[in-house]
């Protein structure tokens, strides 16, 4: 709880999306010792998710500009249903698709959707290296950490409207 605590307080703490969420997923995976710890954004529009902040081992081998539809793959899926998504063994589970290149050793995901007001807004992607069994414990740290980032991301959201509003205002 201190971990999340920290976490948390740092994220309300930052005011632009991009630096909010990179160091999210940064201090994520160096506080919690995740292999890779992806946030992807929910574009309602389109119905689909967007990386936007990476942190770990698969970091500079898959896509910037990755995109998955809501409904598809273990990610998608966080995002449509708003529930916490587990697979110990990716290589069984029928729901998995690759996102990433082949290159990239995905064994473990885990799905958390992040909720503001009761609807998705994101999802936050743990990928292991090795098959893992992420316990009750984690994923309640982690969907109370989301929780938290819920409300930062919505802060962060409106600071920037804010600013563009004030921008944009005729002198």
Same mark, same amino acid.
């Given at each position: 709880? !201190?971990?999340?605590?920290?976490?948390? &307080? &740092?994220?309300?703490?930052?005011?632009?999306?991009?630096?909010?969420?990179?160091?999210?997923?940064?201090?994520?995976?160096?506080?919690?010792?995740?292999?890779?710890?992806?946030?992807?954004? @929910?574009? *309602?529009?389109? %119905?689909? @998710?967007?990386?936007?902040?990476? !942190?770990?081992?698969?970091?500079?081998?898959?896509?910037?500009?990755?995109?998955? *539809?809501?409904?598809?793959?273990?990610?998608?899926?966080?995002?449509?249903?708003? %529930?916490?998504?587990?697979?110990?063994?990716?290589?069984?589970?029928?729901?998995?698709?690759?996102?990433? $290149? $082949?290159?990239?050793?995905?064994?473990?995901?885990?799905?958390? *959707?992040?909720?503001?007001?009761?609807?998705?807004?994101?999802?936050?992607?743990?990928?292991?290296?090795? %098959?893992?069994?992420?316990?009750?414990?984690?994923?309640?740290? @982690?969907?109370?950490?989301?929780?938290?980032?819920?409300?930062?991301?919505?802060?962060?959201? @409106?600071?920037? %409207?804010?600013?563009?509003?004030?921008?944009?205002? $005729?002198?």
């Amino acid at each position: 709880l !201190a971990i999340v605590n920290r976490i948390a &307080r &740092r994220a309300v703490s930052i005011l632009v999306l991009d630096d909010l969420l990179l160091a999210t997923v940064n201090d994520i995976r160096e506080s919690l010792g995740y292999h890779n710890v992806t946030l992807l954004l @929910l574009d *309602p529009v389109r %119905k689909e @998710l967007g990386r936007q902040a990476m !942190a770990g081992g698969f970091k500079d081998i898959s896509r910037h500009d990755y995109r998955q *539809p809501v409904g598809v793959g273990l990610i998608g899926i966080a995002a449509e249903t708003g %529930k916490v998504i587990v697979s110990n063994d990716v290589e069984s589970d029928r729901r998995y698709i690759r996102g990433f $290149p $082949p290159v990239v050793p995905t064994r473990s995901e885990l799905c958390v *959707p992040i909720r503001l007001a009761g609807e998705v807004i994101a999802v936050l992607d743990i990928q292991e290296i090795e %098959k893992r069994v992420f316990d009750e414990i984690e994923i309640n740290t @982690l969907e109370t950490l989301c929780d938290q980032l819920a409300a930062a991301i919505n802060n962060a959201r @409106l600071y920037e %409207k804010a600013y563009q509003e004030i921008a944009d205002y $005729p002198r």
